[in-house]
């Protein structure tokens, strides 16, 4: 009976599978409609940030070994075990002379371990740093992607929207060419519009997919993914938010890469520390009860130090550990200087951005408008050629265009801002 049964619970098994990947995949698919979704789902599956953090866990794990002292050693002596040549050799501690017992314990000199212990928590600061780094680089990368893809997806919604009235305008060229009131050049004029909007629908197109592709490779997820439609663009902040002289501050105390550099700096100065008190000894201490027979009758106590005599070894280590510590500040202000530097590029670039979108959208745009119509009606009673009317449909295209890309390219320096805070603006 249990074998009429195996078949049917196989088939039910493999039928909740393919649900649930069916269901897997449906909820990926719904990915992109918003950025905050991508920066989730990245969070917890870009393989790249997850080997980050499990490296700072790792960092961290290394603080209590650091500061611990080494394991004790136990020593046994058999000793005389002929016992003056009475007896055959013996491994018995009872029948031999004697058997020295002797537990060791090596000390470090003193504040050895708590500088250790203090150098492997920076360590541990530095690699989550690092890591913070690592999810504000790789979330900038998609932040830029995704405002690349919108710019795309916007794109060709433009494209479309003006090949719909292209169309229309070549349905008039056409009535008015029948009617004998326009050359047939005004059609094939349209004509040759709509296929080079085409030719450019099939370029933007490719760069969506293209686009989507290098997004995936962000998410960890196939490249050929699908993704729903960007919904909208972020806002950007109010201005009174980007005052480059608070955000310099901003950058000073929370950038990851100066975290990071900051704690290296830190675990050069302790480091520093425990070479220069390496001059002085470590200590090995003992204790050892001796038996005898099946009694233990003597104690003894022992204590061992290291001398410090290879004073020329020592010299250059402590000039190596001067040198690290040089080496970390100047690394820092190197940083400092890079990241500053980009952003007070960023914020022009931001500035210059959102002026541009400003013009378009409120003297640009309305101006190319007003000559469309202005052409159009003319066309349609005589008063100018479809030259004239392509040119003023062209002008619309192209003030359309720079407003698309002006509020791109804001969301790009956003992104940029926001990866040398590292932190949402």
């Known amino acids: 009976m249990s074998t009429s049964i195996k078949p049917p619970t196989r088939w039910l098994w493999a039928l909740l599978l393919g649900a649930s990947s069916l269901a897997a995949q449906a909820g990926d698919a719904g990915l992109g409609g918003s950025l905050e979704s991508l920066l989730d789902y990245a969070r917890t599956r870009n393989p790249e940030y997850a080997a980050m953090r499990h490296e700072a866990e790792a960092a961290a794990e290394r603080v209590e070994p650091a500061g611990a002292l080494p394991d004790p050693k136990l020593r046994t002596e058999l000793r005389d075990i002929t016992r003056m040549g009475e007896q055959n050799p013996s491994l018995a501690p009872a029948r031999v002379g004697s058997t020295r017992y002797l537990v060791m314990q090596d000390v470090p ?35 830029a992607a995704y405002s690349q893809l919108q710019y795309v997806h916007r794109n060709e919604q433009l494209t479309r929207e003006l090949l719909d009235l292209v169309t229309r305008l070549e349905k008039i060229a056409q009535v008015r060419y029948a009617g004998g009131l326009a050359p047939q050049q005004d059609v094939i004029r349209a004509q040759v519009e709509q296929t080079g909007m085409k030719s450019e629908l099939v370029a933007l197109e490719n760069e969506r997919r293209q686009l989507q592709t290098r997004l995936n490779t962000l998410l960890a997820r196939p490249g050929t993914s699908p993704f729903a439609a960007p919904e909208h663009l972020r806002p950007l902040p109010a201005p009174a938010q980007l005052d480059l002289a608070l955000l310099e501050e901003r950058v000073r105390s929370r950038n990851p890469q100066l975290f990071a550099e900051e704690a290296r700096i830190r675990s050069a100065e302790k480091n520093r520390e425990l070479t220069y008190k390496n001059r002085y000894p470590d200590f090995t201490l003992g204790v050892s009860p001796i038996q005898y027979q099946g009694s233990v009758k003597e104690w003894e106590l022992m204590v061992e130090l290291n001398l410090p005599l290879q004073q020329g070894s020592r010299r250059a280590q402590e000039r190596e550990s001067e040198a690290m510590l040089l080496a970390a500040r100047a690394r820092r202000d190197a940083t400092t200087n890079q990241v500053l530097g980009e952003l007070a590029e960023n914020l022009s670039g931001l500035e210059a951005a959102r002026r541009t979108e ?56 956003l992104a940029d801002i926001e990866r040398i805070l590292g932190e949402d603006l």
């Open 109 to 143: 000199w003193l504040g050895k371990r708590e500088l250790k212990r203090e150098i492997a928590e920076l360590d541990a600061r530095g690699a989550a740093g690092r890591a913070s780094g690592t999810w504000a680089e790789l979330a900038a990368r998609i932040k």
């Open 358 to 413: 400003a013009l378009a959208s409120t003297s640009l745009l309305p101006q190319s408008e007003l000559t469309f119509k202005a052409a159009l009606a003319g066309y349609e009673t005589g008063k100018v050629d479809f030259a004239t009317l392509l040119d003023a449909q062209r002008q619309i295209r192209q003030a359309r265009q720079n407003q698309i890309k002006a509020q791109a390219e804001a969301q790009l320096r």
